[in-house]
């Protein structure tokens, strides 16, 4: 199922079971407190130990593609790394948008008020770290193929997708116009 579509489903499960607890109760506030603070934790651990398996692994194979570049018709800038950087730069990523989505449930909770979202974010946060793509190579131990495939797809705005692209053709073009920079 697609990841969006899954995050959805959830979303309205957990709203729908969200309703039924009694958040005035102060003791079941408490439970849902705990619960989303420690989802928060276990994501975050999990993060940080499939940054040690990267780092552990230490796979320096040298990785190429060419970055797309969003709402522009021009081509995309050429991308040098190693799958042992990327893999540390997308869990990077993964880890700021923990850190956001406790900002925002900081903002929503404390600030508005808003209980629901805890139980509900407490959830989504498991699903989050089910979908991420380096949890899915270096914890789960999935090959990385199709989905798994370095550089990985991303979801853009409204469904489209940025596919950076790793194609001779592509790279070596992207390699001609940066030494055509450097000549100038």
């Given at each position: ?46 993060y ?45 990523k ?17 600030y ?9 974010q ?34 853009g ?11 001779k ?13 450097k000549?100038?």
């Amino acid at each position: 199922m697609n990841p969006a579509v899954s995050n959805l489903v959830i979303s309205l499960g957990a709203m729908q079971v969200a309703r039924k607890i009694p958040f005035d109760d102060p003791q079941i506030l408490t439970y849902v407190r705990i619960g989303y603070v420690v989802s928060q934790v276990v994501v975050l651990g999990v993060y940080y130990y499939v940054a040690m398996k990267i780092k552990q692994k230490n796979d320096l194979t040298v990785l190429k593609y060419v970055e797309p570049q969003p709402m522009s018709k021009e081509a995309g800038n050429l991308v040098t790394t190693t799958v042992r950087d990327y893999d540390l730069a997308e869990t990077s990523k993964l880890v700021r948008g923990v850190y956001t989505g406790l900002a925002m449930m900081a903002f929503l909770h404390l600030y508005l008020k808003y209980t629901q979202p805890l139980f509900i974010q407490a959830l989504m946060a498991f699903k989050t770290l089910y979908d991420a793509k380096p949890v899915a190579i270096h914890l789960f131990g999935q090959a990385a193929e199709g989905d798994l495939k370095r550089p990985f797809k991303s979801a853009g705005l409204f469904g489209a997708t940025a596919n950076p692209q790793t194609d001779k053709a592509a790279i070596d073009e992207a390699e001609k116009r940066v030494g055509s920079k450097k000549d100038e």
